[in-house]
């Protein structure tokens, strides 16, 4: 096992990452800005090194500083978390270089499935379902061609995407060409990469991912679903596990198509396989991310393993000490996002001092985050304040755990999502588990209209 390790995040996953690390008896390092100085997780960890300055690229994306700080207190391996340089194969081969273990796949795997159209053909090859679409297009024209060949509509997506960016929806063959510069411009411009592919465009879809993880002697094992349709603009809000949508036979074979798509290259650590199911039941494969997800916490509320000690001990080069058939779904999880946004706004950013702060408790109820009294939530920063996660028995049971935990949750002096959360919770749609990936937009074009 390590004996020292390196968080390169800051935040709610800093102070998980650090916690597990406190727990497994592994010292810690935290990086961070000239921002986050006073911040949670700088004073949780046994050391703290300030990499730059208060924008992302001056310090968590400053690989030089990052690297130097490892190197100099001696941190043996680097837990990236999710987010900012967690998907970076540069920074995962440049840790290998320096002798350090990237916690995470390898920079080979980082560069496949980053890929999202070249990921997109190797699961095809492997036999993993795929949405109907086309590679690469090299502009405008060739996408109106393949366009025509699709059926629309469809999506223009950045080979290199992430969190929603650089991505555009065409309804028309006209709006091809403004999408077309639009997706391969914000593509270029966050990644570095403008190319983009073109897939068909499933509507009333449910986003339906699977948690794998693999270790380094050859074991597969995937630990079910997180129904992940709540979305905003592509960016999720609210997470269950299981989903209503999953039969258990479903589950099985999507279970087995996960695993066959994380053999089929060789992964290793945690990853999460993303689907999009149809009313039909048929799923295909949407993308594989290589890192820890933001909703990891219902899976492990339901399946009782810890996957940052995991991540961890497998790259550590440890066996997994279970098999798929001692994965048992107990119970029912919701994970909500508390961000620092302001709905009534159209979900402007807020930043300021965290004046009162109560956190709800109780059996079954987890509030991951990096809060505390008189914090100064920062304008630099991505918006999530914290992660609410309750445990019941029953989906009914954690709802209703969700509805009390939002009722006493207490955050004063920035606008945030609770309230949202709320609504959502007692949405017709999502009591009856009827909702898919539109859920959002409808309801805003109905407040719309009112």
């Not at 590679?135 to 469809?154: F, H, M, Q, T």
């Not at 995991?310 to 029912?332: M, N, S, Y």
Request: a negative charge; hydrophobic letters at 40%; charged letters at 25%.
């Amino acid at each position: 096992m390590f004996h020292k390790i390196l968080i390169a995040n800051r935040g709610e996953i800093a102070v998980r990452i650090i916690r597990a690390c406190k727990e497994m008896g592994v010292a810690t390092v935290a990086i961070y800005s000239e921002a986050d100085r006073e911040a949670l997780h700088v004073g949780m960890a046994d050391e703290s090194v300030c990499v730059g300055g208060p924008a992302v690229q001056d310090s968590y994306l400053n690989v030089t500083a990052i690297l130097s700080a490892a190197v100099g207190t001696g941190a043996q391996a680097i837990h990236p978390g999710y987010g900012l340089l967690s998907e970076n194969a540069r920074f995962a081969a440049l840790c290998a270089e320096c002798n350090i273990t990237f916690i995470g796949p390898g920079a080979e795997l980082i560069t496949l499935l980053g890929d999202k159209e070249r990921a997109r053909k190797t699961m095809q090859d492997a036999g993993v379902p795929v949405i109907p679409g086309a590679g690469l297009v090299p502009n405008a024209r060739a996408a109106y061609r393949e366009a025509k060949r699709i059926g629309l509509p469809l999506l223009i997506k950045a080979r290199a995407g992430g969190g929603g960016r650089g991505i555009r929806r065409v309804d028309e063959l006209k709006e091809i060409p403004a999408a077309f510069a639009a997706a391969s411009t914000e593509a270029k411009n966050a990644f570095g990469d403008g190319n983009c592919y073109m897939e068909r465009l499933l509507t009333a879809v449910k986003h339906v991912e699977m948690q794998i993880i693999c270790d380094n002697h050859g074991n597969v094992v995937c630990l079910g679903e997180r129904e992940c349709s709540v979305q905003r603009k592509n960016q999720k809000l609210l997470e269950e596990s299981p989903s209503m949508a999953v039969s258990a036979d479903l589950r099985r074979k999507m279970m087995r198509k996960a695993a066959q798509a994380a053999q089929a290259v060789g992964y290793r650590n945690v990853g999460t396989i993303e689907f999009l199911l149809t009313d039909d039941g048929q799923f295909y494969f949407m993308e594989m991310n290589t890192r820890l997800q933001v909703e990891h916490p219902v899976t492990e509320m339901v399946t009782g393993i810890d996957l940052v000690k995991w991540q961890i001990r497998v790259a550590a080069g440890q066996k997994l000490d279970f098999r798929q058939q001692d994965v048992v779904i107990r119970g029912h999880a919701i994970e909500c996002r508390i961000n620092a946004e302001d709905p009534e706004r159209n979900f402007m950013p807020s930043s300021g001092t965290i004046d009162l702060l109560h956190v709800p408790g109780g059996y079954g109820v987890r509030f991951d985050t990096a809060l505390y009294q008189d914090y100064q939530v920062p304008p630099w920063y991505d918006s999530l304040l914290g992660k609410l996660i309750v445990h019941g028995q029953t989906r009914d049971e954690a709802v209703r755990k969700m509805q009390v935990a939002l009722s006493e949750l207490v955050i004063d002096g920035v606008k945030h999502t609770a309230e949202l959360q709320m609504d959502i919770l007692e949405d017709r749609r999502f009591v009856t588990g009827d909702y898919t990936t539109d859920f959002m937009q409808t309801r805003e074009e109905h407040d719309a209209e009112i």
